[in-house]
C-alpha cells in the first residue's frame, strides 16, 4: 500500500528545506533523508533534482501524491 503524501507541503519544504533532507523526510524515505542531511543535500545538487522530481510528480516507489 503507497503512502499518501501531500504533493504542495512536500514541494515546498523541498524548496525551502531540501538541503536538510526533509522532503525524504515527508515521503518516510527515513535513510535517504539522513543522507541528504549529512551531505547537505549533495552540495545542492541532490536537491535541485528532488525539487525537479517532485514538481514533475514523479511516481517515487510508494508514494501516492494527493
Not at 500500500?1 to 523541498?14: D, F, H
Not at 538541503?19 to 541532490?46: A, E, N, S
Amino acid at each position: 500500500m503507497a503512502k499518501r503524501v501531500n504533493w504542495v507541503l512536500t514541494l515546498v519544504m523541498s524548496i525551502l528545506l531540501g538541503g536538510l533532507g526533509v522532503d525524504r523526510f515527508i515521503m518516510g524515505h527515513i535513510g535517504l533523508g539522513i543522507l541528504k542531511l549529512v551531505t547537505l543535500g549533495g552540495c545542492g545538487i541532490w536537491t535541485i533534482i528532488d525539487i525537479i522530481l517532485i514538481a514533475t510528480k514523479y511516481k517515487f516507489e510508494g508514494i501516492e501524491w494527493v
